[in-house]
Every structure is written in C-alpha cells, then in structure tokens.
C-alpha cells in the first residue's frame, strides 16, 4: 500500500489524539453531576446517535444476519458496555493522568489474550519480552515501591477495563473475520447495542445532580463531548488514517493520547503529575512496542488495540486503540 502525502492524513491523525485525550478531562466533568454508569450510558446513546445519524445522511444501511448481530454484541460487552462503566469508575479514585496512562496498556492486553486464545497466532519472544517489561513498567507507573501510596482500587478498575479492551479486541478477530461491513456501520451496531445493555442499569442509578443537566452545566457539556467526538467522530478519522497511512501509523496514537490527556490532567483539572507516573509510561509505551511488534512474515496490518472490522477487497483486518 503506498501511503498518500502527509497533509491528507495528518490533520485526522491530530483530531483523533486530542478527541481520545481529551476523553479523560471529559470523564472528570461528567462524573461531577452523575453517576459512572450514567456516564457511560450516555456517552453511548450520544455516540449511536451521530454514527446512526451519520448512515442516514450517507443513504447506507447495514446488512447484517442475525448470527452478525449477537457476534457483535458479544464484541460489544468487551469493547465498549463493561469498560465504559469501569473507566468512570475507575476515575472516582485516581486522575484522569493515571487513567489515562494506564488505559495505555490496552496493547497489552490484547496481545496477551490473542497468545492465549488464538492458537496459530503464538507470541514471539520479543512480544513475550514486551508483556513482561509492560508488567514491570505498569509497577513503575504506580509507584509499587510505596504499598500504601497505591491506588488500589482506581488501578485495579482501569485495568480491568482495559483488560477488557483486549477480551473484547481479540473476540473481534474470533468472531467478526466474517463480517462483510465498513467500519462506521460496525461501530454504530456496536456503540448502539452498548447502549441498549446499559440503559436498564443507568436508569436504576440514582437521579443526576440538581442542574448537572441544564444548558450550561460543565456535566452536560462534558458528556455532550464525550458522545460527539470520543465515541463517534473519531472512529471515523481514525479509519481515515488506517486507509490513508497504513495501520501501523494509525496505532501510533496510542502514544500521543497520554501526552494530551496529561496536560489537559494539569492545565484544565489542577492534577499532580508524579515522577514515576511519566517514567512509568515510558516502560509501558517500551513494552507496547515489543508486544505489537509481528514476525515479518505476518500480516503487518493486524494492530492490537480495539474491533477489526472486515475489509472488503482484501479481507485484511486492523484495529485502533480504546479509550
């Protein structure tokens, strides 16, 4: 594939980092007059909105069988329904620079359970190497050497989200190889079933805040974000650079949506960075390297990081990273 000129898909490149930084600041906002659950519900019902809204205006209309559809939702609890919720929670006890970094890890994740449940896809040494210097550098990142200093419980909740992320990313290569549709019409069937699972729980959550939901309310504004660019515009720029630059530029973001997210952490919310957090990070980022790096005589296309929607022509799949 010969990658068109930079001007054509930088800008895109630029957009989704800052939209998936800024997810974590939009979090913080939402979470000051509603609940976690309500959070990711809403995010959701905002951001099936615009992708549905967005196969009205382009006159498409999936075409997908039943066994399409449960393949997807079964997806969906992985990708968008459980973590959706954890990583609002997870928020509740750390900043959203810790989440933010730890939320880096996804990579890992998703290599380590594509070792494990896909069996002619065997991790190399050097994608071995990359999960244990990621282990180590997740141990840096929140300083294990200060037991008591941990954030237990935010920390195990970001992890469990994005030990999601990964579930979720390697059941879409199990289950959706077959799957003949564009990646917008995939995302909206995913992001709309996600919703549907977590209505019933945000609805039994308490009432938001008095005004969180009025017209000028940072929380309303927070969410409204969140849903518009977070969870449906980007998905699109993101496969605009898939197609433009290739898969492996496309997963480069991975690495600049910490770097926004942390500034936004100290500039927007007052956050503390930590030495060891930045150091941390770096190890992780190291560690994501080795672990999505793939023997040469693999399809380089294939990228850990979220749903791997069929391509058309070629029945090559790719990924993009979660947040």
Known sequence: MTSAPA????????????????SFLFISLALRGLSATQ?????????????????LVTRHRPRLSVRDVASIGV???GLSTVPFVLIPLAQQHITSILASLLNATTPLWTALFVALLIPHERATRAQVLGLVIGALGIAV???????EGIPALGAALML??????????????????????????????QIGISA????????????????????GSEVLWGLLALGVLGTSFTYVL?????????????????????VVATALGILALHEELRWHEPAGAVVVLAGVWLAQRKPRST?????????????????????????
């Open 299 to 323: 399809d380089a296309a294939t990228v850990a990081g979220a749903p791997e929607p069929r391509q058309r022509a070629t029945g090559r799949r790719t990924s993009r990273p979660s947040t």
């Open 7 to 22: 001007r054509a898909w930088v800008p895109a490149f630029i957009v989704a980092a800052v939209s998936w930084g800024s």
């Open 141 to 147: 990142l929140l300083g294990a050497w200060d037991i």
């Open 75 to 77: 997806v969906a609890v």
């Open 196 to 215: 549907m699972l977590l209505l019933p729980v945000a609805v039994a959550a308490p009432a938001p805040d008095p005004g969180a939901l009025a017209l």
């Open 39 to 55: 959070v990711g519900f809403g995010r959701l019902a905002i951001g099936a909105a615009v992708l549905w809204a967005m196969l």
């Open 160 to 189: 469990a989200a994005t030990a999601c992320y990964g579930i979720g990313s390697t059941l879409s290569r199990m289950l959706l190889a077959r799957v003949d549709e564009g990646p917008t019409a995939l995302s909206a069937v």
């Open 238 to 258: 993101f496969w605009r650079v898939v197609k433009l630059a290739g898969a492996t530029t496309a997963a480069s973001v991975t690495y600049v949506v910490p």
